[in-house]
């Protein structure tokens, strides 16, 4: 699965297995092969993600909105806190 986390001044892409994100409505573990979706990520608060290798990932976020496909991620932050 592909994460892209695009930012105002830079996009990185990442070979992922999950990723868990924080949101209004309670926390959601995406995996390959998801529903897509779209969600608004709770302010102030972390998501973490996978690594193919296993190390895993926390980006602490002010705003953010995640784009879901059955195999790409696309996190949309405003700014990274």
Request: charged share 20%; no cysteine; aromatic share 8%.
């Amino acid at each position: 699965m592909q994460l892209a986390i695009i930012t105002p001044t830079k996009k990185e892409l990442f070979e992922i297995t999950w990723i868990e994100f924080n949101t209004p409505n309670g926390n959601f573990v995406i995996q390959p092969g998801h529903a897509p979706t779209i969600f608004a990520l709770s302010e102030q608060k972390p998501f973490i993600y996978s690594l193919k290798n296993g190390k895993q990932e926390v980006v602490m976020v002010k705003r953010a909105v995640a784009e879901i496909t059955r195999s790409n991620v696309t996190v949309l932050l405003s700014e990274v806190s």
